[in-house]
Every structure is written in C-alpha cells, then in structure tokens.
C-alpha cells in the first residue's frame, strides 16, 4: 500500500517515472470505448507506449520547448501524448475536440505548435484550420487501437531523445479556461505544477495504490488531469477513463468499472439524477468529489447513489491543486470548506484587497508560488497577468474572481464570480445560490439565472429553465408560484423562460454571457 509524498519529487516527469518504477505492474489505464469495449495497461506497459510517442514526436520536429497541439477526446492516445510530451520536456495545448475552425485557428495563431493531433474520425474541421499555418499534422484513432502497434503515430525507426534537461520551470501546458463570463485565457503550467498538483490532490483524497478514479470529464480539462490521473500517478493508483460523458450509464460505469473514487461538477451530477433508470442499483464510492453547490434535495438523492456523502471543493486552474476542500465528518452541499492543507486564503474586499470581516462576502485570494503551486502566467497576457496577483508582505496572492462568505463554523460557502452577484434593491443576491434552488422546481431539469437591469431595484434576477420533459414543461404561473414559497422575494425570478438547452462549456458550467447575448 503506497500513499502520497507531497513535494518529493520537482517534474511531473520524475512522478511518472518513479511510479513506473515502483508499480510496473499495477493496472494504470483502464479504458471503455462507446460500445463497451475495454482496454487495460499496466503502468510498464504504457511506459512503452509513451515511449513510442515521444520518439514519433521527436521524429516529427518536437523539442525541449516545442509545442503539440491536441484536439482529441477521452482516450489512451491523449494520455499518451500528454505524457510524452513531459518526455520530452515539451508543452501541450490540450483543447476542446468541438472546437470550431475559427477556435482551432486563433490557438494556433497563439500557441505557434510544431505538430497538431487530431482525430482520424473528426479531421475536417482540424485540417481546414491548420492548412493555414506550417504545421505537421498527424490524425490518430481515439479507440484501443489508436496505441496499438502499427497504428500510424508510432510507426517509423526508434529516435534517441534524453529527458535529463527537463527542468520544474520547463512549461508543460497551456490551458485554456472554460470562458463562461469572458473569452478564454491561456493558463501556463509547469512541470512543478503537474508535480505538485499530484501530490497535494493524492493527500487531498488519502489515496492509495488499490484505488481507482472514474473519469468521465474531459481530459481537455484540468479536472481530469489535476484531481484524477495526476493524483494516481502520485501512488501507482489505476483510473477507469470513459471516451464520454453518458449520464444515464455513469452509475453503472462506475460499478463495472470497479471505481472507488469520482470527481464531477453538480450539473452533470444533476443529469445523472434525472437520467438513471428507476431502481438502478448504487454503488458505494469510498469519495465523491464535487464542485458548484448542489441543492439539498439532488445532494441527498446522490448520497443515496453513490453510498457515501459528496464533499465540495474549490479549485481553479490557476490554483492547481484545490484551495479548500469539505473535510466535516457530515459533509454538506452547500459548502466548500476550509483551506486545505499547506494553503494560505483569505477574504478580501475586491476593489481594496482588504480583508473582509466575519460574514461578509469577499472575493477569495490564495497565496503561493508562481510555477509552483499557482500557474506561472496567463499566455501573452502580461498585464492581465500582472493585475491577476498582489504583494502583501513577503506573500505573492492570486485574486481568483470568486466570491465566498466564511460560516459560524469557519467553513466557506461560494457566492460566485464578481459579475454573478446582483445588488437587487441594495441586498446582494447571488446568481448560483437561485439557480441550484431553481433547478430543484418541480419539472425542472437545471437552470440558469442572469441579471436584468430594472428601473426600481437596479437589477433582478430572470431565469431560463429546461424541461426535465419537453413534451410537458413546467407551467410559468406554477414556477413564480413555487418561487414565492421557496426563494426569498429578492432571490425570486421576475421573468422566467422555457428552453431547450442552456449553453454550456464542456465540463457543464453555464455560459451566462451566452445567454445575455442571445
């Protein structure tokens, strides 16, 4: 039994290979394809595959600082890929496979990457993008076969290729955010990063070489990365990766699968609920992790799911690994806890960065190391970068955006982004609060609340709700009548919209300025 070592080892690099050392033959990579279809590799035997990667890329002109551009879906070949990169002391860009042409152009036009991936199945789009730019570019299956001998990334001679000059510093990855109140940022990451991130979240979960993550988010993402598959590389732990995200199977993934661990955000965990077949079988998980409020009512129902209570945390890509973290013995669905081991985060008013006093809401700021155990920098952004941190004493601090108010117990509770607290008639109203509680109305599937500029209370909040069953959506009198006995009279909607579906980013966060554009 192997637990985790916080900080023992500098690259994410050396954390591969030192599990690859210790654990050759505990099971890494298990992988369901769309038709049920599994693959399984231990850690020696994708050792070798990444191998095989590495030297293709580094046949194919990738360097120490060199870019790969990845547009793939859940699958062995993006793993593979993202840690050969780490081989050769390379950054990856990983991006959203549903980009559009014009997304796919502007990131290369940023990021400037020697090779591009794609997928064979879903090349048309990507090809069109990159014949505007000089860059090689190899399509590979996203399937078991897509790290299978003869497949056509790995063929070619065998090229030497050292690892020694891979440095903390080196990056390792740049990381687009999820763009829900503004365009994407190009978050930087380091080899340091990638390590520290697999140990803290190791620690984080008490995880232990017998354990197994269920990883259904985007790999594109830094859920998936940070808080799955780097934390069981920290301990030689094995992670149950699927090519998608399947609401109505996940539960039974999960069993068939034999995880013991999961991370999701509470939208997904919604559509579970909703799409789980009556009397479904749970199945007991040692830890959920999860992130976004949940109402009462969806947290108890997962609880019933899963077997075990869910714990909210908090965490952004620029923070690497979590801030805090719900660590009660009785944890609940509407807190993110305190600060987990090792960080520094304070409550600060966001146009001072002076600290808040107790019950006021103010935007979190986390202390840390740039490279280290906050992102290095924002891609070519040097001023968004510069005003994104501030000095007090000898302490560098992040200014996340988000705003949190600290409880009578001491634990945090998450308001939401600066621009997603309202002031209706002076009192502060925030935007995700009404929406986990709209999202549990009668025939509601899940919601999304924006701010409506009004003549009388400056701002109220409107809400667009889809159906739990289009054929029958709820009645608009019925939902104001359940808002009037449910929400506050400054919490309650004043207009309310039936749609079809709510425009999301991949992992499912609402993409509020969408919806106000529209």
């Not at 935007?431 to 025939?443: F, H, K, Y």
């Not at 919601?447 to 054929?471: F, G, L, Q």
């Amino acid at each position: 039994m192997t637990t985790a070592q916080p900080g023992s080892f500098d690259t994410f690099l050396r954390r591969w290979e030192q599990s690859v050392g210790a654990h050759p033959e505990n099971t890494f990579l298990l992988f369901q394809e769309d038709d049920g279809t599994q693959g399984q590799w231990t850690y020696a035997e994708f050792d070798t595959i990444v191998d095989r990667f590495a030297n293709r890329l580094y046949a194919n002109g990738v360097r120490h600082g060199g870019v790969v551009h990845v547009c793939l879906r859940n699958s062995p070949a993006f793993v593979a890929i993202w840690l050969a990169a780490s081989k050769l002391g390379a950054w990856f860009v990983p991006v959203d496979p549903a980009s559009t042409e014009r997304d796919i152009s502007r990131q290369l036009e940023r990021t400037h990457p020697t090779v591009g991936i794609c997928a064979r199945s879903r090349n048309a789009v990507y090809l069109s993008a990159a014949s505007k730019f000089d860059i090689m570019v190899i399509e590979v299956e996203e399937n078991i076969a897509g790290v299978a001998n003869g497949n056509a990334l790995l063929d070619g001679a065998r090229v030497a290729y050292f690892d020694s000059h891979v440095m903390p510093s080196d990056r390792l990855a740049v990381m687009f955010t999820s763009g829900t109140t503004s365009e994407p940022k190009g978050v930087v990451l380091t080899q340091h990063n990638y390590s520290h991130v697999a140990g803290a979240m190791a620690a984080a979960a008490s995880l232990r070489s017998e354990h197994r993550w269920l990883i259904v988010l985007p790999l594109f993402h830094a859920n998936a990365q940070f808080y799955g598959f780097a934390s069981a590389i920290a301990v030689g732990a094995s992670v149950a990766l699927t090519s998608k995200f399947s609401a109505s199977r996940w539960l039974e993934q999960a069993r068939v699968l034999d995880a013991t661990h999961a991370s999701l955000f509470a939208a997904p965990m919604r559509m579970i609920l909703a799409r789980t077949p009556e009397g479904a079988v749970a199945h007991r998980l040692e830890l959920v992790w999860f992130a976004q409020s949940l109402g009462e009512d969806h947290y108890s129902r997962f609880t019933d799911l899963v077997q075990c209570r869910p714990r909210q945390l908090y965490g952004m890509t620029e923070t690497v690994a979590v801030v805090t973290a719900d660590d009660n013995a009785l944890p609940t669905h509407d807190v993110i806890g305190r600060p987990v081991h090792g960080r520094a985060v304070r409550l600060v008013d966001p146009v001072t960065d002076a600290d808040v006093g107790d019950g006021e809401v103010g935007m979190i700021v986390v202390a840390g190391s740039r490279g280290e155990d906050l992102f290095s920098e924002y891609l070519d952004e040097p001023s968004v970068t510069a005003g994104s941190f501030f000095a007090d004493g000898d302490r560098t601090w992040f200014r996340t955006g988000d705003l949190a108010v600290k409880t009578e117990l001491g634990a945090l509770r998450f308001v939401g982004r600066i621009d997603d607290v309202i002031k209706v008639a002076g009192e502060n109203v925030s935007l995700t609060e009404v929406e986990a509680a709209v999202a549990q109305a009668p025939g509601v599937l899940e919601a999304a609340v924006v701010s409506m500029e009004d003549p009388i209370r400056d701002h109220v909040p409107v809400a667009y709700v889809v159906p739990n069953d289009p054929a029958n959506p709820p009645n608009i009198t019925a939902l104001a009548s359940w808002a009037e006995r449910a929400l506050s009279p400054k919490e309650r909607p004043r207009d309310w919209h039936i749609i079809d579906e709510l425009p999301r980013t991949s992992v499912g966060k609402i993409r509020r300025f969408k919806i106000r554009s529209e």
